[in-house]
């Protein structure tokens, strides 16, 4: 898959993030500061564990995979509400 559709998956998911989580669905208004984001992202990782642990072929690829499009799209959600320094390269 070329990065410009996984972005495009990416921007998807964050669109419905925000529609489920928001002013008017929850008391934090979707907003969280990075240790908040670690525990969902730790939560996330371990039900895409369990899936790839407990479902058969081709079922486990598959349920893995779109736990993993939640979690990408949590981390970039995560840089939006607190910023994120950028890459450094040494030379």
């Known amino acids: ?3 410009k559709k996984v ?4 921007d998807a998911e964050r669109d ?5 989580w928001n ?3 929850t008391d934090s208004r ?5 240790y908040e984001w670690l525990v969902f992202l730790q939560d996330y990782l ?3 564990f369990h899936k790839a642990a407990r ?3 081709p079922g486990a690829k598959e349920a893995t995979m779109d736990m993993i499009r939640k979690i990408a799209a949590m981390g970039v959600c995560a840089m939006e509400q607190n910023g994120c320094p950028p890459r450094v390269v040494k030379k």
């Open 46 to 48: 371990t039900e895409a």
């Open 55 to 57: 479902l058969p072929e």
């Open 16 to 20: 419905y993030q925000d529609m489920r």
């Open 7 to 10: 972005y495009k998956l990416l």
């Open 30 to 34: 979707g907003v969280h500061n990075p």
């Open 1 to 3: 898959m070329k990065r």
């Open 23 to 25: 002013e008017s669905t």
